[in-house]
């Protein structure tokens, strides 16, 4: 069985963004880029099925810009075959993105779709889901277990109050929770193997998708600051503000 692992480069987790003075977006100028954190542990997990003997190739696929290419061996580099960049340079909506990994899916027919719950930029938590609607398969979100057994596929879920299992045919669509598994650290020598896997170029004219955006951001704009706390003298004083003031008591 083949995964096909989309990746998402996405602006690091751990950097503080800015929104743009003119409010349309925010600015990724000389901001440390990293592989999206959930699909770091949809890389490791079709990598932990590969290395179980379940999964014969392990395909790892970015859309966007050529610096997309570092994320794809990233993903190598944990352990993915080879990498497919789809380059453009127009800004990718989950839709168009969604479109794209459908022709790749017709492409190389993959038993499994191994995605991210969502990008931590967009914030959109669609692509997955899209993907699955597209391409007429079943789809298991926020999975926080995956088993194969056959031709089948056993996703537990965690879902308000408790988990959920579900058993869905493959080929089949499965986003990944933050506790399906805890991504390797990428070494060295793995790292310099990934530079020497094959990795592909193409374009969504040559799988035949128009990437246009469909949606517009009006306005992007920071949170309100948060006004300066006081302290208090006492149990007593705090006691009255809350009952005089915030008025929650
Ligand atoms: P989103 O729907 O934007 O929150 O993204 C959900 C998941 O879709 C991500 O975690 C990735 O696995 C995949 N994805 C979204 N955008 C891209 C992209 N440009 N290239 C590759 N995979 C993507």
Redesign the pocket.
């Known amino acids: 069985m083949k995964i096909l692992v989309?990746?998402?480069r996405v602006v690091d987790y751990n950097v503080k963004v800015r929104v743009k003075a003119d409010g349309t977006g925010v600015d990724i100028g000389n901001v440390k880029m990293s592989m999206?954190p959930?699909?770091e542990i949809?890389v490791e997990e079709a990598v932990r099925l590969k290395e179980k003997g379940v999964a014969t190739e392990v395909i790892a696929?970015?859309?966007?810009v050529a610096a997309c290419q570092e994320t794809l061996r990233t993903a190598m580099a944990i352990g993915a075959d080879r990498g497919i960049l789809v380059e453009t340079d127009v800004e990718?909506q989950?839709l168009a993105?969604a479109k794209l990994l459908k022709a790749l899916v017709d492409k190389e027919q993959p038993g499994l779709i191994i995605?991210?719950?969502?990008?931590i930029d967009?914030?959109?938590?669609?692509?997955?889901q899209m993907l699955a609607a597209l391409a007429d398969l079943p789809q298991a979100t926020f999975a926080s277990k995956v088993e194969v057994a056959g031709d089948r596929v056993e996703v537990t879920r965690e879902v308000d109050g408790g988990l959920e299992t579900l058993s869905l045919s493959t080929p089949a669509v499965v986003t990944t929770d933050l506790r399906l598994n805890e991504p390797r650290y990428v070494t060295l020598p793995n790292i310099m193997k990934a530079k020497k896997k094959p990795l592909d170029t193409i374009k969504p004219a040559d799988l035949g998708v128009d990437v246009a955006p469909r949606v517009k951001t009006l306005k992007v704009a920071e949170p309100a600051g948060r006004k300066a706390g006081i302290k208090v003298a006492d149990v007593a004083a705090l006691v009255d503000k809350l009952k005089n003031e915030a008025k929650v008591i």
């Open positions: 989309p990746v998402k999206n959930f699909d949809a696929v970015s859309c966007g990718l989950p993105v995605l991210g719950k969502q990008a967009d914030d959109a938590n669609q692509t997955g």
